[in-house]
């Protein structure tokens, strides 16, 4: 994998410019629709609730999901050198589910625990997987992926039987959002969504020019003075952080974490000090956009959102491997 | 990085390709394992009854081992008196008490097709359940019926118990209960006050927001009980809202269907009139949604909510 250097640092600038403007722009193209009409140059009392109360803590929790899940994507593609790394088939979403679901059966008055749990849960599958896809020749990428994969379906099947002994009344919630659902969206939880993007953004900025060296190769890295170990760990902690903590508020949303990276590096190359910025913006553009559909489509009822970025996400992932 | 996406990319696929053939020889051989048993035909002469879906259903003269797979059935079997020819129920099938005694056969989405082979039942009793297209057709393979309902008003649960009652061969008592059950709907709506119309909205789940709509029985209940259901014109019957919607509905009564998850309105009913006067209503989840003969004592319970 080749480090690209920007092409100049104005050009970086026009992006960023360019991409955050793009998600200001999504954001209150969003805030237009929905399945009530608004009429934004007089609203009333009853309009201003539905727009400040509902309408945009939804968005804007939105739009933390897609900034956490493409991060969590472009961080671990780097640090495990493999495209197909994403926080959904890596198992680090279903371990966040799994431990959101025990909370919400053994702790269900205490909200807290949520995503303090899916925290947890990533953190361990990651820790799983890493261990598993390591072997004594390094890491290998067929390895990493078949992992990945053994976990995320032991952990499914644990998920479904948690749901089969569940009444069918809270498994009618679950398996909604299981497949990714922000319609629960709360001011609280974008709050806490945001705080985690931000922190997670500050950890893996410090961590994008290690991970520049370690695309290249770990030996090659760890002769520049990389530690390794600890940026290993830094990525890790970081992208259980920004899964746990958007798992726990939207379930599972699959593809974003895969594609977005994908788009960016396209667009920009695999500049890390570009593409994990730039991965969540153009992560929260996708999620925003995505479940403005999931709003809309058939109002006044929905959709889970998780259906709509899988729809777009999986056909979009196969023309860009096909492209490759 | 382009190269190992393109050489994992052919890794799985000759993978997957293996694999798939793999499992297509074992296909084969199950089929071809299969010997094609066909069950001589019982109980002829054979009538035929039309269930919910416009389906013609052969079934024998009398019917003395029935499975029902949705608690609302297994209900009216009990009601028209041939509770003791019910040989398999779900899991969810709570009421009356006597059925709990019932073999289980799995619950209403994942019933256990084995089990209910097993048992040998001349019809299985089915409430429009998912997959019922490959479940129909190992079922008649076996010549074993399989009758749907599907009912959509108060007349149409009228009708299921007109058309268990059929084919138990208890028609009589069928329509003892539908007369009982009508005179008391009669006495519901003389009493009450059909003009005041007053704006119901009936949460099915807090979260997520879903309630019912045009294609639910209770849409019907309500207005028949002096009430207007807010989501009558929303499409399918039981739907996840928007709670943009919701907040705009403004009911005036609002009615929880009791479970565990759904103890209170959702928090974007909190200035609507239904809350402010305290005009929020549990009824117990068995009652309210099962299309059975205590549909009439949710449809009481309602009346006398709405009339307060």
Redesign the interface.
């Known amino acids: ?1 080749k480090v690209q250097s920007p092409k100049s640092k104005i050009q970086s600038l026009r992006f960023g410019v360019g991409f955050f403007l793009l998600l200001i722009l999504t954001i209150c193209a969003a805030a237009l629709l ?3 009409r608004l009429s934004f140059f007089d609203l009333n009392e ?1 309009q201003q ?2 727009l400040f109360d ?2 945009l803590p939804r968005i804007l929790l939105g739009a933390c999901v897609g900034a956490s899940l493409a991060l969590a994507g472009a961080s671990l593609q780097s640090l495990l ?4 790394a994403e926080p959904y088939l890596l198992g680090v979403s279903n371990g966040a589910a799994l431990g959101t679901m025990l909370a919400f059966v053994f702790f269900t008055q205490f909200e807290a625990a949520r995503p303090i749990m899916a925290f947890g849960g990533a953190s361990l599958a990651t820790f799983v997987v890493y261990q598993m896809a390591k072997s004594r020749a390094g890491m290998n ?2 390895r990493l ?1 078949l992992s990945g994969v053994i976990v995320t379906t032991f952990l499914s099947s644990i998920i479904v039987l948690l749901t089969s002994l569940l ?4 498994l ?2 679950f398996t ?2 299981l497949l990714g ?1 922000l ?2 969206a709360t001011k609280s939880g974008f709050y806490l969504s945001f705080a985690a993007v931000i922190i997670g953004t500050i950890i893996l900025m410090q961590c994008a020019r290690a991970l520049n060296l370690m695309m290249i190769g770990e030996r090659d890295a760890f002769d520049f003075g990389v530690e390794i170990g600890r940026v290993r760990l830094t990525v890790f902690a970081a992208s259980s952080l920004l899964v746990g903590t958007a798992v726990a508020a939207s379930g599972s949303v699959g593809y974003v974490g895969l594609i977005v990276p994908h788009l960016v590096r396209l667009a920009i190359g ?1 500049d890390n000090r570009l593409v994990i910025p730039f991965s969540a913006l153009a992560g929260a553009i996708f999620v925003v956009l995505a479940d403005t559909v999931a ?1 809309t489509a ?5 959709l889970p959102v998780g259906a709509i970025t899988a729809l777009i996400g999986a056909p979009l992932f196969i023309y860009l ?1 096909r492209k ?1 | ?2 190269k ?6 052919f ?2 696929l000759h993978l997957f390709e293996k694999n798939l053939l793999f499992l297509l020889v074992f296909v084969c051989l199950l089929a071809n394992c299969r010997t094609e048993t066909v069950n001589p035909p019982i109980n002829l002469p054979i009538r035929e009854i039309t269930d919910d879906l416009g389906r013609t259903v052969k079934l024998p003269e009398t019917v003395d081992r029935a499975v029902s797979l949705a608690p609302n059935l297994t209900e009216i079997v009990f009601a028209v008196g041939a509770g003791d020819k019910l040989v398999g129920r779900t899991s ?1 099938d709570n009421f009356p008490p006597e059925a709990q005694k019932i073999q289980t056969v799995g ?1 209403t989405m994942n019933p256990n097709i084995e089990n209910i082979i097993a048992l040998k039942p001349q019809v299985v009793l089915v409430s429009t359940a998912s997959q019922i297209e490959t479940f129909t057709r190992q079922l008649e393979s076996q010549n074993i019926a399989v009758f749907v309902t599907n009912p959509n008003s108060l007349d149409d649960i009228y009708k299921s118990i007109h058309q268990i009652g059929e084919i138990f061969g208890k028609t009589e008592k069928a329509r003892e209960i539908v007369e009982g059950l009508s005179k008391r709907v009669a006495e519901v709506e003389s009493e009450i006050n059909k003009a005041k119309n007053i704006k119901v909205f009936l949460q099915i ?1 807090k ?4 309630t019912i709509g045009e294609d639910s029985f209770l849409t019907d209940l309500i207005a028949r009980t002096g009430g207007v259901s807010v989501t009558a014109n ?3 019957a039981y ?7 919701a ?2 509905l403004n009911p005036d009564v609002i009615i929880l269907s009791e ?4 103890l209170e309105p959702n928090d ?1 009913f909190k ?1 609507s009139p239904a809350v402010k006067n305290g005009k929020v209503f549990k009824i117990n ?1 068995d009652i309210i949604s099962r299309p059975s003969p205590r549909i009439v004592d949710a449809l009481e319970q309602i009346a006398r909510h709405l009339q307060k």
């Open positions: 994998m929905g399945s009530e009853q609730t539905i509902i309408r050198r493999n495209p197909l990428v067929e992926v009444d069918a009344a809270k009618r919630s909604f959002w659902d319609s629960q695999s709003r058939i109002a006044p009822r929905e491997l490759s | 990085m382009e190992t996406t393109r050489q994992f990319f890794a799985s969810y619950d789940s979260e997520p927001l879903f929303v499409a399918t739907p996840k809202l928007s709670k943009e919607t907040f705009v479970s565990e998850d759904n974007v200035n989840a």
